[in-house]
């Protein structure tokens, strides 16, 4: 899947560099507005794990959506960015998710446990406000820009998954918090710009516990490269 994610974004860098040189002779818009879509991947870290929780494989994220531009001064450099956009995301550890008659419990798998994956998995609404600078122009294309904020996600849909040499399992999980929020921070030069999102949400719901009764207390921390469209 990452495969394709990556020639979907290559390619969508290719039309931005191509789409936003405008003609020689275009006319000037001294009310443009910039960044009005954004694209993104993520390697997904999580903190707060329990004692014998530790992450392995590729854990990763994909998100985009469109913003809503809202230059504040003359200049147009500085203002708000208000939007929604969709983000899936994968984190993949040797915790072990069982679902039997409803109940979900949760234990840690060992070197010696025979196992391809297990991941959790979150399908989210999300609802970025960003405060933005940035020192573009009406006919300067490549810019700075640092945008800074909070962002808002509900979780419509989080899994738990399992595959061992038996086969795959999966079930939705509730356990999974469906209400998310953190802090955000996006900085780069034209194309490339780095984004990092810093989770004040637990990932899964209070009270969850491991079978050693340990609290399962994790928080994402998702670090990536962002594109901004338009």
Do not use: C
């Given at each position: 899947?990452m495969k394709?994610?990556m020639l979907?974004?290559?390619g969508t860098?290719?039309?931005q560099?191509w789409?936003?040189e405008?003609?020689?002779?275009a006319?000037?818009?001294e009310?443009?507005?910039?960044?009005?879509f954004y694209l993104g991947v993520t390697y997904?870290?999580?903190?707060?794990?329990?004692?014998d929780?530790?992450?392995?494989n590729?854990?990763y994220g994909i998100?985009?959506?469109?913003?809503?531009?809202?230059?504040?001064?003359?200049?147009?450099n500085?203002g708000?960015?208000?939007g929604?956009?969709?983000?899936?995301?994968?984190?993949?550890?040797?915790l072990f998710a069982a679902?039997?008659n409803?109940?979900?419990?949760y234990?840690?798998?060992?070197?010696?446990?025979d196992?391809?994956r297990?991941?959790?998995e979150?399908?989210?609404?999300?609802?970025?406000?960003e405060?933005?600078?940035?020192?573009?122009?009406?006919?300067?294309y490549?810019?700075?820009?640092?945008?800074?904020?909070g962002?808002?996600?509900?979780?419509?849909?989080g899994?738990?998954?399992?595959?061992d040499?038996?086969?795959k399992?999966?079930f939705?999980?509730?356990d999974?918090k469906?209400l998310?929020?953190?802090l955000m921070f996006n900085v780069?030069y034209?194309?490339?710009?780095?984004?990092?999102?810093?989770?004040?949400?637990?990932?899964?719901?209070d009270?969850v516990?491991?079978?050693t009764?340990e609290p399962?207390?994790?928080?994402p921390l998702?670090?990536?490269?962002?594109?901004?469209?338009?």
């Amino acid at each position: 899947m990452m495969k394709y994610v990556m020639l979907f974004l290559m390619g969508t860098i290719a039309v931005q560099g191509w789409s936003q040189e405008p003609p020689a002779s275009a006319p000037v818009d001294e009310n443009y507005l910039e960044d009005q879509f954004y694209l993104g991947v993520t390697y997904n870290l999580l903190l707060n794990k329990p004692t014998d929780i530790t992450q392995r494989n590729l854990s990763y994220g994909i998100m985009g959506g469109i913003i809503k531009d809202i230059p504040l001064n003359d200049d147009r450099n500085f203002g708000l960015g208000i939007g929604v956009g969709y983000a899936l995301n994968s984190y993949y550890t040797n915790l072990f998710a069982a679902e039997v008659n409803g109940e979900i419990s949760y234990s840690g798998l060992t070197s010696s446990d025979d196992f391809k994956r297990s991941k959790l998995e979150t399908h989210v609404i999300e609802f970025p406000l960003e405060i933005r600078w940035r020192n573009s122009n009406a006919t300067d294309y490549k810019f700075w820009r640092v945008y800074a904020g909070g962002k808002l996600g509900y979780i419509f849909e989080g899994r738990s998954k399992f595959v061992d040499d038996t086969g795959k399992t999966g079930f939705s999980n509730p356990d999974i918090k469906k209400l998310q929020y953190g802090l955000m921070f996006n900085v780069g030069y034209n194309t490339w710009n780095i984004h990092i999102y810093y989770a004040l949400s637990r990932l899964l719901e209070d009270g969850v516990v491991l079978d050693t009764m340990e609290p399962i207390e994790v928080k994402p921390l998702r670090i990536g490269i962002i594109f901004y469209i338009l």
